[in-house]
């Protein structure tokens, strides 16, 4: 299934966002969220403050347990979070992007913006049966989620340096024999 450039763009974000809590945690400055912002090219409301760094450092685990879900417990918290966030889904062009779908108002809170693209991207998922797109990643050392965007569906790191300590690692043993 080709997914949307929306929802991966949305899941890219999310993954990352979700990843930044492990050690060593890449999200404890507003310097860093408004890197964050800017690569993933969010719009809207930004409030560059350490209340709103502190809502996306806490919603991480709620994001986290949604990318690693099931499909049917996915599509449970999907509906929840969509519903609680009160979502209309329209279809709007802006900053040279082509249509693509937003849920909330540009001037709702980040994390609620955050949130809602998460949930809207994860029904796509879920209702395209893609959810073995996303995984935690092959190094037993890591608990960082994996997005997969690849045709034959081969990425099993969450980073190249865990990929490349899988593969040092696997080195080291044959070496040893």
């Known amino acids: ?61 709620v994001l986290r347990r949604l990318l690693t879900a099931d499909r049917d417990t996915a599509a449970e918290m999907v509906n929840d979070m969509l519903a609680r966030a009160h979502a209309v889904p329209r279809l709007l062009r802006h900053d040279g992007i082509d249509w693509h779908i937003h849920a909330v108002a540009a001037d709702e809170p980040l994390v609620r ?38 045709r034959n569906r081969s990425r099993r790191f969450c980073s190249t340096a865990c990929a490349n300590r899988v593969a040092v690692a696997a080195y080291r043993a044959r070496k040893k024999r």
Request: aromatic share 4%; glycine share 4%.
């Open 1 to 61: 299934m080709l997914l949307a450039h929306d929802t991966e763009a949305a899941l890219a974000a999310a993954v990352e966002l979700v990843n930044s809590a492990e050690d060593p945690d890449t999200l404890r400055t507003v310097e860093q969220v408004d890197a964050w912002y800017a690569k993933h090219r969010y719009t809207g409301r930004h409030d560059r403050d350490d209340a709103e760094l502190a809502e996306l450092r806490a919603i991480r685990p």
């Open 113 to 150: 913006r955050v949130v809602v693209e998460t949930a809207m991207a994860m029904a796509d998922l879920v209702r395209g049966d893609e959810m073995s797109r996303l995984s935690t990643c092959a190094d037993e050392t890591c608990a960082g989620v994996v997005l997969d965007l690849t």
